[in-house]
């Protein structure tokens, strides 16, 4: 229901934002006719230039090997962080649990991570903020079984032995489809283990089924091939990429945040505009099949925002992990302190949607 | 009215409809403004409870700090905006009113569920009791209260909308009357100006289009009053003139007619007469030319016969004889006359002029006067400052003969007295003049003296009587060199009575001698051309005129450089050959001369000027140089070939 509330109040405001730019084009266009009739000389002021980039700046990224990532990779292959006048230092991580700690440890200025790691580390530090949403994707997890094993929805995971990072997103989103479903985890035989390892479990038939996310999903799709079956959760779990980096570094660098806000806006806009291309050079940086790709790039967003969406699954996945334990910590905190929001606001204030 | 006023008058209603449309687009743009402004706050209001509903449920949902304080936030700002604007329509003010009242209500139950969840917190079983009678009471009224919020947004930013339509179209029908109400001003001011313009000037056109066709009596008579009015009574009365101008031609055009025929009448009569002078000129020419030379016999045979060689005779029989020869010299004298004159009239007299020096010149002539002036008792005197030179370019023996005929003149008219000859150089001229104190002209004669065969007013004596030709061949020599001859009488006022004295003056022009030169190359050229032949000019140039002439003085450096022109004179071979001195340069024109033939020419002239400035020492003092230049061979034109010839 809230969601649905959510949505017709945004087609509104969308209404009301077009209204008032229609407006306003009448009134200016209005103002030219009147000063054209009195043949006026109209001189045209000169526009505010945007601050030209100086010299070189060094940031370091922490980059996760995921091609939600694809925005930074692209605004880097392209140039575009270094016509705005920054020398980005990438480091690569395999998990973005890896990449938070980076920026935690001052080895790295931005990172770029899911919400999983940030809500762990958010009960243990307040000194960090998410500076923007790089990626977002409904099917970004995925229940991949074996043919034959009898599962054919999400209903009939009762009883069967599924495979799953513990507490990891995979982890939550298993929860959220059973709960959704009329199931909970005690319903299922819950075997925990890496990704990688869980494939050949299930290629070797140990278990049923496995929760992963991409692009471990579609690795087992390749080895399964005909036999296997695979579910999404239809938008029940939203998976994000953000960009995360200390509060210090956030208040004490804006103009080299507008840069990577923009760098990564042209980015945005390459994407939009030259999908295959795109898709290509995430391919080659991540050594990814572009077929894979290709699937992927029609299910998920590559878009840079900060959404008011954003504090409520943050909150959501808090709560899962204070249910199971995973903090002694028995509130969420207070995500509003972890979203740094005037940055984005400057370059791009319809990106920000986070109530204010 | 004038044109300039017309245009005044339309450029005036012109610009008061404009200021009349822009004025009624500022108000319009105005109310759009504020309509606009309105619209916005609307807006805002919309926005602002959108967002308060969704936190609100947000925070219904899992009661988050988060939640609560985006709440908090977000009130606060619906507050800020609601705090700050004023609706004047009755419907949107009771609509905004009721969005004041629920704000305020949904705040209190806010609150109050707030402060009952915190009261629950610890005291599950407790709160989900009580929590059951508040989500019955307080949350109903508060989504109620929300509901309604949104409700009336909505409706308030749809008459916002609504009426920023109605005052577009307002604004669009009043500008579109404006717009329309300023092109009607313009087309009716534009009509009214161009109509009593152009057909005025429509009018002028035709005006000038019948005239032009050669109906001078049409007038374009229009009725403006303006400029093209009064260009229009100007081109009537430009045309009436015409018409008079026109007529006046033709009768001139008759007269110009009549005074051609005789013209052509006269003309006839004039070739006629012509022909006549001609054939007198032929007929004496030739009859002078037949009598010459048996009197020339008839002479010398009177001189054998009163020499004795023929026998002896007496005394009175040469007295008789020696009239005779007297005659047969006067005899020859008026013949020599009419062939010079004939020879003139005929064009056929010949001018070679050179660089001469008139004192020379003049002393030599007063000199073979000396004898026949004693005879008469009178003396011929010319004074000249020793060592004076006056250069003038001339046939030398032509001015010669101009000073023996007035000289000549004036003894014949002189019985006592003296006669003095003078040149005199001028600034732009030299002049020249014989002066005697005979009995002079009388003033009623002194138009007619230069006249042919005029003789008058003067007493003859023996011997006196001429041909009346001898002035006139004078003027025509004179004129020849582009001079000019007049006579003044009385010359002196100090003579006795019966004597006034005349004085004959003829000027002869200074020459440059670089402008004479470059005139004689340029007519040696143009000559060359015409024959298809070639010219070439030697120029022997002395290094430091200037120093050498301050060291030898003027005469000295003169008389070196006329000794080495007459040097070089003498070695030339051909009749157009010509050599002459210019200021430190001695210029040689070879005629119809080949480049070859030139530098021989030139080697032998060097060979002889070096060998004669070695014979008298001067070889060290004096450098010469020795250049040559042929057309077409060296250059095509007079200038190119001069310096060619100057820097070879």
């Avoid at chain 1, 100086?54 to 980059?63: Q, Y």
């Avoid at chain 2, 309105?38 to 700090?65: G, N």
């Avoid at chain 2, 005006?207 to 093209?228: F, P, R």
């Amino acid at each position: 229901m809230l969601y649905n509330l959510k949505n017709v109040n945004r087609v509104n405001f969308t209404f009301c934002m077009i209204q008032i730019t229609n407006n306003k084009l009448l009134i200016t266009q209005i103002k030219s006719y009147s000063l054209i009739v009195l043949i006026f000389t109209l001189l045209a002021g000169c526009s505010a230039k945007d601050e030209e980039p100086g010299r070189l700046e060094n940031v370091t990224i922490a980059l996760v090997k995921l091609e939600g990532t694809a925005l930074v990779r692209i605004a880097l292959n392209n140039g575009y962080f270094k016509k705005e006048g920054l020398d980005i230092t990438l480091n690569e991580y395999d998990l973005d649990s890896d990449t938070l700690e980076a920026v935690l440890n001052g080895n790295a200025d931005i990172a770029t991570a899911g919400k999983t790691p940030i809500v762990k580390k958010s009960f243990q530090r307040q000194d960090f903020v998410i500076v923007g949403t790089i990626y977002s994707s409904d099917s970004g997890v995925k229940i991949v079984s074996r043919r034959g094993r009898g599962i054919e929805t999400p209903s009939d995971l009762f009883g069967k032995k599924i495979g799953i990072p513990k507490w990891s997103e995979e982890h939550l989103f298993l929860d959220v489809l059973l709960v959704n479903h009329g199931l909970t985890l005690s319903d299922v035989k819950l075997v925990y283990d890496e990704p990688q390892i869980l494939i050949k479990s299930m290629e070797k038939g140990e278990i049923d089924a496995c929760s992963l996310r991409e692009p471990y999903a579609f690795q087992a799709r390749l080895k399964l091939k005909d036999n296997a079956v695979v579910f999404s959760g239809d938008g029940i779990y939203s998976t994000t990429i953000n960009l995360v980096t200390l509060t210090e570094y956030a208040e004490g660098h804006p103009l080299i945040l507008k840069r990577i806000y923009r760098a990564l806006l042209r980015a945005e806009e390459f994407i939009r505009k030259n999908k295959y291309a795109s898709i290509r050079i995430i391919a080659e940086e991540l050594k990814l099949e572009e077929k894979y790709l290709e699937d992927i790039f029609g299910e998920s967003s590559y878009l840079l925002r900060l959404e008011q969406n954003l504090l409520f699954t943050l909150e959501n996945e808090a709560r899962w992990m204070i249910i199971n334990n995973l903090t002694e910590k028995r509130r969420s905190p207070n995500y509003l302190k972890y979203v740094y929001k005037e940055g984005l606001k400057e370059v791009k204030p319809e990106a920000v949607t986070i109530i204010h | 009215m004038k044109i300039r006023a017309k245009i005044r008058i339309r450029s005036f209603f012109t610009f008061v409809a404009a200021i009349a449309v822009g004025a009624v687009i500022y108000v319009a743009t105005q109310e759009i403004d504020q309509a606009s402004r309105i619209e916005r706050t609307a807006a805002s209001i919309l926005k602002d409870c959108a967002d308060l509903q969704m936190v609100t449920h947000e925070y219904l949902l899992h009661h988050e700090e988060r939640a609560y304080e985006q709440w908090s936030m977000k009130y606060d700002s619906l507050s800020r905006v609601l705090s700050l604007v004023h609706f004047k329509d009755p419907e949107e003010r009771a609509l905004f009113e009721n969005i004041k009242r629920n704000q305020e209500n949904t705040k209190k139950f806010f609150e109050q569920i707030v402060a009952a969840h915190k009261e629950s917190v610890g005291f599950r079983q407790v709160y989900v009791d009580y929590y059951g009678q508040v989500e019955g009471r307080l949350v109903g009224q508060l989504l109620i209260k929300l509901e309604s919020m949104l409700s009336d947004s909505f409706r308030l930013h749809e008459l916002s909308n609504r009426e920023i339509g109605r005052v577009q179209k307002r604004t669009s029908f009043f500008i579109g009357i404006f717009v329309i109400g300023l092109a009607l001003t313009m087309a009716v001011t534009s009509s009214w100006v161009d109509r009593s313009i152009l057909g005025p000037i429509a009018e002028l056109n035709k005006g000038m289009a019948v005239i032009g066709a050669g109906n001078l009596d049409y007038k374009v008579a229009t009725k403006s009053n303006d400029e093209i009015g009064e260009l229009a009574n100007t081109f009537d009365y430009m045309a009436e003139n015409l018409k008079r101008t026109t007529t006046s031609i033709e009768h001139l055009n008759a007269e110009i007619f009549e005074r051609r025929r005789a013209e052509e009448k006269l003309q006839d009569a004039l070739k006629e007469l012509k022909k006549l002078d001609q054939l007198k000129s032929d007929f004496v020419s030739t009859v002078s030319h037949e009598l010459r030379t048996p009197l020339a016999i008839i002479k010398e045979g009177i001189g054998i016969v009163n020499d004795g060689v023929a026998g002896h005779i007496a005394e009175h029989q040469k007295k008789v004889l020696n009239t005779a020869a007297k005659n047969i010299d006067r005899l020859t004298n008026i013949i020599n006359s009419l062939l010079d004159i004939s020879k003139i009239e005929a064009g056929k007299i010949e001018i070679r002029k050179g660089f001469i020096d008139l004192v020379s010149l003049v002393k030599g002539t007063v000199a073979g006067f000396k004898v026949q002036a004693e005879a008469k008792g009178l003396k011929v005197k010319s004074y000249f400052e020793p060592e004076t030179k006056i250069y003038a370019h001339i046939d030398p023996d032509k001015i010669v003969q101009v000073f023996t005929n007035l000289i000549g003149n004036a003894i014949k008219f002189t019985e006592k007295g003296h006669i003095d000859v003078s040149v005199v150089e001028k600034e732009d001229r030299i002049e020249c003049a014989v002066t005697d104190t005979g009995i002079g002209i009388k003033k009623q004669d002194l138009t007619r003296v230069f006249e042919k065969f005029q003789q008058f007013g003067r007493v003859d004596g023996a011997g006196a009587k001429g041909t009346g030709l001898g002035l006139s061949i004078a003027r025509a020599l004179v004129e020849m060199h582009d001079g000019k001859i007049r006579v003044e009488s009385p010359a002196q006022k100090s003579l006795p009575a019966g004597r006034q004295g005349t004085k004959f003056i003829f000027t002869l022009p200074r020459y440059d001698k670089e402008i004479v030169f470059k005139e004689y190359v340029s007519y040696g050229l143009q000559e060359a051309k015409k024959k298809g032949a070639r010219l070439s000019i030697i120029i022997v140039g002395v290094s430091h005129f200037d120093k050498f002439e301050k060291e030898f003085s003027h005469g000295g450096a003169y008389a070196l450089l006329r000794q080495l022109e007459e040097m070089i004179d003498a070695d030339l071979r051909h009749r157009g050959d010509v050599v002459f001195r210019t200021k430190g340069e001695l210029i040689t024109m070879l005629d119809e001369c080949a480049k070859t033939d030139a530098e021989i020419v030139r080697d032998r002239i060097k060979k002889r000027l070096s060998e004669y400035l070695k014979r008298n020492k001067l070889d060290k003092k004096i450098l010469l140089s020795f250049g040559v230049a042929t057309y077409p061979d060296d250059a095509k034109t007079d200038a190119e070939l001069i310096k060619k010839a100057r820097n070879t």
